[in-house]
């Protein structure tokens, strides 16, 4: 069953805006992932944030989790129209189970 | 690149043909993952295999038979297809201790498959 759940569905903006995409989660869990997805192709994993973990920074990439409320976002500052694509995030349910993915946040960058 | 490649990239097949993917990561991960990524829904897991035992199979139907025949190689075997089997499918390693959390994936480009 479907674990992670992404906000917005869609996500449209211009090129120099940030980009905030958040992740709601059913049960607790150990880490929490975002991956980014260009049409077609593969995943690639961008950033990897621990339970025990309040927010991560990776470039223009800022993360937060809040596991009270079963919540993660991510944001995307001075965005580029390179950084179209769909964005998921992934949880794992318990620790030894694999992740479960969300359905994603498309989001378009328009120059 | 991933270092994950997948074969072929493009496949259309039907229903009852035999044909295979191919799945290979050249970066010593100790597990391997079959996806199945069909338009407007969730990326869904099909098969795990880790340290080359399969660990998880989330309800596929037979007509998907993994093979895992060592740490680098995954392959996904299809007959009988069905029009609605058609998607992308996605081949994801990544090194796993066991028993902990699952680390960081590495997907490969994936291979359109057209069931006809």
């Known amino acids: 069953s479907q674990q992670g759940e992404e906000d917005p569905q869609a996500l449209s903006i211009q090129e120099g805006e940030n980009a905030t995409m958040n992740c709601s989660y059913k049960t607790s869990i150990n880490n929490l992932q975002w991956y980014r997805q260009n049409s077609g192709r593969g995943l690639v994993h961008l950033i990897l944030i621990r339970s025990n973990e309040r927010e991560k920074h990776s470039g223009r990439l800022r993360v937060t989790l809040d596991t009270s409320k079963k919540s993660s976002s991510l944001l995307i500052t001075a965005s580029r129209a390179a950084d179209t694509a769909s964005y998921f995030c992934?949880?794992?349910?318990?620790?030894?189970?694999?992740?479960?993915f969300g359905k994603g946040t498309t989001l378009s960058v328009s120059s | 690149e991933t270092g994950v490649t997948q074969t072929p990239r493009h496949l259309v097949m039907g229903m009852t043909n035999k044909k295979s993917l191919k799945c290979e990561q050249h970066l010593g991960h100790n597990a391997m993952y079959w996806y199945k990524q069909s338009a407007k829904k969730p990326l869904e897991l099909m098969f795990v295999?880790?340290?080359?035992?399969?660990?998880e199979n989330n309800s596929v139907p037979s007509r998907f038979s993994p093979e895992c025949p060592n740490s680098s190689h995954l392959f996904l075997h299809l007959h009988t297809l069905q029009p609605e089997d058609s998607a992308l499918y996605l081949c994801a390693s990544s090194q796993e201790a066991s028993g902990g959390s699952y680390n960081e994936q590495f997907f490969g480009p994936g291979t359109r498959l057209t069931v006809l």
């Open positions: 992934a949880t794992d349910k318990r620790a030894g189970t694999a992740l479960i």
């Open positions: 295999y880790n340290f080359k035992e399969q660990t």
